[in-house]
Structure formats: structure tokens, C-alpha cells
């Protein structure tokens, strides 16, 4: 599994915030596009892929379904992941 994302560090691998900004950039949505589609605000998405706040578990199993991952995989960083700065 290959995540692409453009992020300056890549340092905090395992961090759940960039496995979620990744995850998102990787399926082609946009903020406003996973709000709807697990029913929280564009504002709670942007504090997830911040660090600012973690999702519950009924969001991280809806993120998860949406991204095509495992709850795991959202939590940890999948170590068959290779995260890459340029898609």
C-alpha cells in the first residue's frame, strides 16, 4: 500500500493525523466530501488530520470503511505503507 501525500515532515509516521490526511488525499476527497459522508463537520475532519482531536470509534470505523483500511491501519500507520511526498 502506497499513501501519497504532501506533508513538510515525515518524522511522526505512525502519527494517526497523517495517516488520516494521507488516507483522504489517497482516495481523492476532500475534507468537505468525508464530513458528509461520515456526518461530522468539515471542522472536526480538519481537527483529525491536525492532531487536534481523535475520532470516536463509530467515526474511525466510518473513516476506515470509506478509506478502504482497517481501524488498525487507521490508528497505526500500516507497516506495508510506504509514505511517499509526491502522488
Not at 458528509?36 to 472536526?44: A, G, P
Not at 483529525?48 to 482531536?53: D, H, I, Q
Not at 478509506?67 to 511526498?85: A, H, K, N, Q, R
Amino acid at each position: 500500500m502506497v499513501l501519497y501525500l504532501k506533508y513538510n515532515s515525515l518524522e511522526r509516521r505512525g502519527s494517526m493525523k497523517i495517516t488520516l490526511r494521507a488516507a483522504r488525499v489517497n482516495a481523492g476527497l476532500t475534507q468537505d466530501e468525508v464530513a458528509k459522508e461520515v456526518k461530522k463537520s468539515k471542522n472536526t475532519i480538519v481537527n483529525y488530520e491536525k492532531g487536534r482531536s481523535v475520532p470516536d470509534i463509530e467515526t474511525g470505523k466510518a473513516l476506515a470503511k470509506l478509506y478502504g483500511m482497517s481501524v488498525d491501519d487507521i490508528i497505526f500507520l500500516p507497516e506495508d505503507c510506504t509514505l511517499s511526498t509526491s502522488a
